[in-house]
């Protein structure tokens, strides 16, 4: 099993450019979630899904949009980049008999916005 | 809303010492709680989780973890430090009925040899 795939790992953006981060899993697993890490912020939740077809906000979505059509893929779209949305981009997914529990996370994606 | 503090942005061992990184939480029920650490230039991998059951939780790498409901805290620990389990080390929580996971600011360990 490959796990949980980042493509690309490196992405330079001007401002106002748009773009998607791709993000798969093939361990079949219902829960997949997008976090952003900064230096002194920890990680954040972005927006997470529960299943195909059912996503929610996290705890900071604005200028993030997704959609889970497939359980296997879940992409993270950054409408009109803007420098602040520089970060290091995490996508998790978990499984869990009532709700999400140990969550696998793949290699990240490093994206500066100039 | 469920919350996770992480009070110490560092934490500095001597190798052989014992080790406690701080975490605790705030939910509404019973919460979930998750322990993942982070290596330069990695991505992040699980170390224990504490659902339901016995209050000590152990783990990878010789960790454990004690839940303390009164306290709301699961304190990470370990009795004997190495060099190598210098890292990032994130706290996270869920809420029981919730499918959010939050994490927590994260504390940098460093073990001195």
């Known amino acids: 099993n490959a796990g949980v795939t980042q493509t690309p790992k490196f992405q330079v953006l001007k401002t106002g450019q748009s773009m998607t981060l791709q993000c798969a899993q093939d361990?079949?697993?219902?829960?997949m979630s997008w976090y952003r890490q900064d230096p002194g912020m920890g990680l954040r939740l972005i927006h997470y899904?529960?299943?195909?077809?059912?996503?929610d906000q996290g705890e900071v979505p604005n200028g993030y949009n997704v959609s889970r059509s497939t359980t296997e893929d879940f992409p993270l779209r950054l409408l009109s980049a803007a420098p602040s949305q520089t970060s290091v981009y995490f996508c998790?997914?978990?499984?869990?008999?009532?709700?999400?529990?140990?969550?696998?996370f793949g290699p990240g994606t490093r994206l500066t916005v100039l | 809303a469920q919350s996770v503090a992480q009070p110490e942005d560092q934490v500095n061992v001597a190798e052989g010492n014992p080790l406690t990184v701080k975490c605790t939480y705030s939910v509404s029920g019973n919460p979930y709680l998750f322990w993942y650490v982070q290596y330069p230039n990695r991505g992040l991998q699980f170390l224990l989780k504490?659902?339901?059951?016995?209050?000590l939780v152990k783990g990878s790498y010789g960790f454990e973890a004690e839940f303390n409901k009164s306290q709301t805290s699961f304190h990470l620990k370990k009795p004997s430090a190495l060099v190598s389990d210098s890292a990032l080390y994130f706290c996270a929580v869920r809420a029981g009925g919730d499918d959010k996971i939050i994490f927590g600011k994260g504390t940098r360990l460093h073990i001195l040899p």
């Open positions: 998790a997914s978990s499984y869990g008999a009532v709700g999400p529990d140990t969550q696998y």
């Open positions: 504490y659902i339901t059951g016995d209050n």
């Open positions: 361990m079949n697993h219902e829960y």
């Open positions: 899904s529960v299943g195909a077809g059912i996503t």
